[in-house]
């Protein structure tokens, strides 16, 4: 296959030759069984919409929602309008509330598993406090309509408005005693977004873990599970022991999930994860691999991702959302490179040749020639010869 020229961080560029053969065709096989899977699916913007990068999104919905297909073919589940749907950058809740519906009703059709974001994000001034629990009121009642699993998510009106962990614990107990089934509660760390710095109510993690557990103590029949990112395995391991008996770990560390899934001799993280966007059909081969107990394969699988994985969320880590399109679009899930929000200017060029060249030689391409074609022309019309 022809050499590719691939930009140099400080000027320059090195020559790469992309693989010449596709993996082998993945294909689907039984439900995944040791492990609760899910993929935090990216949305799919229309190229063709004439909208501004602040205005409401476009969203192309029948690649949208293809894409979520792929991913229930291979055994995944779906986690829907979370922070990799762009929530809060370029998604806003009118978006949201639509790709709810129309991925929920989708699931039902497909037979797949789907779990649902509940923020709070059409707050957008201010808010005080009952204002900020009527939001999730609202998004709650959405989810439970659509028939998909609440996923709590952390809220920055609420970060803003509240003075203490007491008005943590107030939020969230109204909100689990309203649940019709057990919810799925996340912590998202400020480096996914710096305004939930101190979210609990104190800035001292060790502290803020003391709040969480106690929401969760409160209600353990009301929580399925909690989903952890933290980007801290150790943090997230003493967390996980701590977890009353049949509450799940989800972990949410892209840079640690191997070795969090695998576990230890005390328990191990079930999964709900950006990066199984661009790794779906990888992931589900390797967690199978370790339905059979085969650890061995499972980490020989997934460990070589995780440089990947690393460079993708590397900081600023919101702006990982821009690799995981530009892989998607390279795979052939989609047929350009526009993000809503116009986020597709997020990262550098440099930083997109790498994510390139770091899938193209985990074998993540279905077909390597069309990869190699359609970075070519993004090199090109970025001004680096070829």
Same mark, same amino acid.
Request: net charge negative; glycine share 10%; hydrophobic share 45%.
């Given at each position: %296959?022809?050499?590719?020229?691939?930009?140099?961080?400080?000027?320059?560029?090195?020559?790469? *030759?992309?693989?010449?053969?596709?993996?082998?065709?993945?294909?689907?096989?039984?439900?995944?069984?040791?492990?609760?899977?899910?993929?935090?699916?990216?949305?799919?913007?229309?190229?063709?919409?004439?909208?501004?990068?602040?205005?409401?999104?476009?969203?192309? @919905?029948?690649?949208?929602?293809?894409?979520?297909?792929? &991913?229930?073919?291979?055994?995944?589940?779906?986690?829907?309008? %979370?922070?990799?749907?762009?929530?809060?950058?370029?998604?806003?809740?009118?978006?949201?509330?639509?790709?709810?519906?129309?991925?929920?009703?989708?699931?039902?059709?497909?037979?797949?598993?789907?779990?649902?974001?509940?923020?709070?994000?059409?707050?957008?001034?201010?808010?005080?406090?009952?204002?900020?629990?009527?939001? +999730?009121?609202?998004?709650?009642?959405?989810?439970?309509?659509?028939?998909?699993?609440? =996923?709590?998510?952390?809220?920055?009106?609420?970060?803003?408005?509240?003075?203490?962990?007491?008005?943590?614990?107030? *939020? +969230?107990?109204?909100?689990?005693?309203?649940?019709?089934?057990?919810? =799925?509660?996340? @912590?998202?760390?400020? %480096?996914?977004?710096?305004?939930? /710095?101190?979210?609990?109510?104190?800035?001292?993690?060790?502290?803020? *873990?003391?709040?969480? &557990? /106690?929401? =969760?103590?409160?209600?353990?029949?009301?929580?399925?599970?909690?989903?952890?990112?933290?980007?801290?395995?150790?943090?997230?391991?003493?967390?996980?022991?701590?977890?009353?008996?049949?509450?799940?770990?989800?972990?949410?560390?892209?840079?640690?999930?191997?070795?969090? =899934?695998?576990?230890?001799?005390?328990?191990?993280?079930?999964?709900?994860?950006?990066?199984?966007?661009?790794?779906?059909?990888?992931?589900?081969?390797?967690?199978?691999? &370790?339905? *059979?107990?085969?650890?061995?394969?499972?980490?020989?699988?997934?460990?070589?991702?995780?440089?990947?994985?690393?460079?993708?969320?590397?900081?600023?880590?919101?702006?990982?959302?821009?690799?995981?399109?530009?892989?998607?679009?390279?795979?052939?899930?989609?047929?350009?490179?526009?993000?809503?929000?116009? $986020?597709? !200017?997020?990262?550098?060029?440099?930083?997109?040749?790498?994510? +390139?060249?770091?899938?193209?030689?985990?074998?993540?391409?279905?077909?390597?020639?069309?990869?190699?074609?359609?970075?070519? !022309? $993004? &090199?090109?019309?970025?001004?680096?010869?070829?």
């Amino acid at each position: %296959m022809t050499t590719l020229l691939l930009p140099v961080a400080g000027g320059g560029t090195r020559a790469y *030759t992309p693989s010449a053969e596709p993996p082998p065709t993945a294909v689907g096989g039984p439900p995944l069984a040791s492990r609760t899977v899910f993929s935090a699916a990216h949305v799919v913007a229309d190229p063709f919409a004439d909208v501004s990068p602040d205005g409401p999104a476009a969203v192309d @919905w029948d690649a949208t929602l293809a894409f979520r297909r792929h &991913l229930w073919s291979h055994g995944l589940g779906v986690a829907e309008a %979370m922070d990799t749907a762009q929530r809060g950058m370029g998604l806003d809740w009118a978006g949201a509330a639509e790709l709810i519906r129309r991925s929920a009703a989708e699931a039902e059709a497909a037979g797949g598993r789907i779990a649902c974001g509940v923020g709070t994000d059409q707050l957008t001034g201010p808010a005080t406090l009952p204002e900020v629990r009527s939001a +999730y009121e609202e998004q709650l009642a959405l989810v439970d309509a659509a028939g998909a699993q609440p =996923i709590l998510m952390a809220s920055r009106a609420l970060a803003a408005a509240a003075t203490s962990p007491d008005a943590y614990l107030e *939020t +969230y107990g109204h909100l689990l005693r309203q649940a019709r089934e057990p919810v =799925i509660l996340h @912590w998202l760390g400020s %480096m996914f977004d710096p305004a939930l /710095e101190g979210y609990w109510g104190v800035a001292d993690l060790d502290a803020a *873990t003391e709040t969480f &557990l /106690e929401v =969760i103590a409160a209600h353990p029949d009301k929580v399925d599970g909690i989903k952890v990112s933290l980007l801290d395995a150790d943090r997230e391991i003493a967390l996980r022991r701590r977890l009353p008996d049949g509450v799940r770990c989800y972990t949410g560390d892209d840079f640690n999930y191997p070795e969090l =899934i695998a576990g230890d001799d005390h328990g191990f993280s079930h999964a709900l994860l950006g990066i199984f966007d661009p790794l779906g059909p990888l992931a589900a081969e390797a967690v199978r691999a &370790l339905d *059979t107990g085969d650890v061995k394969r499972f980490r020989a699988l997934l460990d070589p991702t995780v440089e990947l994985s690393r460079h993708l969320f590397r900081a600023p880590t919101r702006y990982y959302k821009t690799g995981v399109v530009l892989l998607a679009w390279l795979a052939g899930h989609q047929t350009h490179f526009t993000m809503v929000g116009g $986020l597709q !200017s997020a990262r550098s060029l440099p930083h997109l040749a790498r994510a +390139y060249e770091l899938a193209d030689g985990l074998g993540l391409f279905p077909d390597p020639a069309l990869a190699a074609h359609r970075m070519r !022309s $993004l &090199l090109t019309v970025h001004g680096v010869p070829q």
